[in-house]
């Protein structure tokens, strides 16, 4: 599975590195050492998650089981909920469509990942200014909108964003309360609202993943790599993501391709010995239709996955 690596300099050059290289140096066994380099967060860092679906309607049914597959995720990781926001339109569980009332299942046999999801933000307050609020630390933005909870992360925290939805060339999209035409969160919104977070020094390290078409477009020769971002989109700027398992008793998706890969990554293996570089090498391996891509520093990629999903283990972990 071809795999693409790219960014910015600060300059404006391209940076391209290859797969096989960044792995060269993690291909060893890992050490304690290792591990309480990796799973120790900087002195008082602390892991803060947003989660968003941007789509609406019973046939976008995916997007937000994605995003409640990620909250189960980060949640039996050790995240806790004040630290965790969620944006998803919800109107699919309790959907007239929905032939299993009040559930949500992300994968063939899987569990119902909709129990327990806290829902900060719903309806018409799932939107693009809402999504830069609650990612820049807005709170005032946000009064009367939802929970009104957002990223309170610090310079010492590290940060993940899991987006999941429909997308174009230089865009992702946000649902409507009409259900016909999305509003738009286009690239340089997101790098504006990058530079203000690096630029007040709310994280130290920050990663995306992007579950969309073309969502390669809204990283490609625009993301620095000097801010300390990282980001993994499920495919390049030119093409597609696919929809994966559909279940005839729903009539419709349960999953997407890029997303349920990474997700079941994250339920089976040891997310404190697995580097993000590994988890993506593996992710693209199996996601067939799509070349997952990467984009900004790329050093981040070295750390484990736990750094930014939280972890089950001590810190450190025990001899």
Known sequence: KKMHWGGIEKGGGLALVCFAVLLAGSAAIPTRPFFEAALAPPAGGQVWVLLVAGSSG???????ADVCHAYQVVH???VPDDRIVTMLFDDVARSVFNPVKGKLFNEPGGRDVYSGVPKDYVG???NPKNFIAVLTGNKEGLIGRGSGRVIESGPNDKVFVYFADHGAPGFVAFPTKYHIV???LN??????AFDKMHDEKRYSELLMYVEACESGSM???VLKNNISVFAVSAATPFE???ACYYNTTLGTYQGDCFSNHWLRNADTVTIEEESIA???????????????CSYGDLSISKQTVSTFLGSKMPYPPAP
Do not use: C, D
């Open 187 to 192: 690239a340089m919104t997101l790098m504006r």
């Open 219 to 221: 990283f490609n020769n």
């Open 76 to 78: 039996e990781h050790g």
């Open 240 to 242: 597609s993501s696919w």
């Open 124 to 126: 018409k307050s799932v």
């Open 278 to 292: 590994k988890q993506i090498e593996v992710v693209a391996s199996q996601t067939a239709n799509s070349t997952v």
């Open 58 to 64: 019973y046939m976008n049914y995916r997007h937000q």
């Open 182 to 184: 999305p509003t738009q």
